[in-house]
């Protein structure tokens, strides 16, 4: 019985996609990813599913036909960051998974603003009631010179600068990164007052260092 495989493609652009994702994904007889992650292998004559936002569904679905088909699962960025690497771990022992690592959206973003990010607290947003990360996030600004985070469409990098500014944290350099590795791509940086204005797509990540103490 083949593993089943859990595909990093990295931040979206073909040029980031990992050469033994693709070797890997073009023995599959299935492909299941979101509709930005298939495209990628828009090419490729494999049978392919859209997957949403229903996790257990996709787990039982993966559960129903890995045993007959190869099932390759396409992840944005890497699998083990803020992924579903740790809900397939809970469903399937690690003999059954086969894992390729792929650049992560923030690591990309460290690359381009030229940051080494191994002391950088990450944290994602992603899909979070306000409430539930005002507190923390507030506090990891903080106590952390580097913090980077994944946003959404509704935790934009606006609304987390003037989440940060009404907790009462002072002078901040804020970098976002929008549709990285893309050829619509665009970085922004300035303070937490002048990103409050900004329109920024839905995909981007950002970073907040604190350059008193960012060595
Ligand atoms: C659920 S997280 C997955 C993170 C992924 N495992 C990784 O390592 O990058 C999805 C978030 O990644 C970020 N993201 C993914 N691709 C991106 C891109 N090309 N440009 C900017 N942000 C991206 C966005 O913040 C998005 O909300």
Not at 94 to 120: G, K, M, N, T
Not at 158 to 170: D, F, K, M, N, P
Not at 197 to 209: A, H, K, Q, R, W
Request: hydrophobic share 45%.
């Amino acid at each position: 019985m083949s593993p089943i495989y859990v595909l990093g493609v990295g931040p979206g652009g073909a040029a980031y996609l990992p050469p033994r994702a693709k070797e890997l994904a073009a023995a599959c007889d299935l492909l299941l990813g979101g509709r930005r992650n298939l495209a990628l292998f828009a090419g490729l004559g494999v049978e392919k599913r859209e997957i949403g936002r229903d996790l257990e569904g996709l787990l039982d679905f993966v559960a129903a036909v890995y045993r007959q088909k190869k099932v390759g699962i396409l992840v944005s960025g890497d699998p083990g960051l803020f992924s579903l690497l740790g809900p397939l771990k809970r469903r399937f022992p690690p003999e059954e998974l086969e894992v390729v690592p792929a650049v992560s959206a923030l690591q990309y973003l460290f690359a381009r603003i030229c940051l080494p990010w191994h002391d950088a607290l990450i944290l994602s947003l992603h899909g979070r009631p306000r409430e539930t990360f005002a507190a923390e996030l507030a506090a990891a600004v903080r106590q952390h010179a580097k913090v980077a985070l994944f946003t959404d469409g509704t935790n934009t990098p606006a609304s987390i600068c003037r989440l940060l500014l009404e907790q009462g944290i002072g002078e901040r350099l804020v970098h976002i990164g929008e549709n990285l590795s893309y050829p619509e791509e665009k970085l922004y940086r300035g303070s937490l007052e002048e990103c409050c204005g900004l329109s920024v797509g839905p995909l981007n990540v950002m970073v907040i260092v604190d350059e008193k103490r960012e060595a």
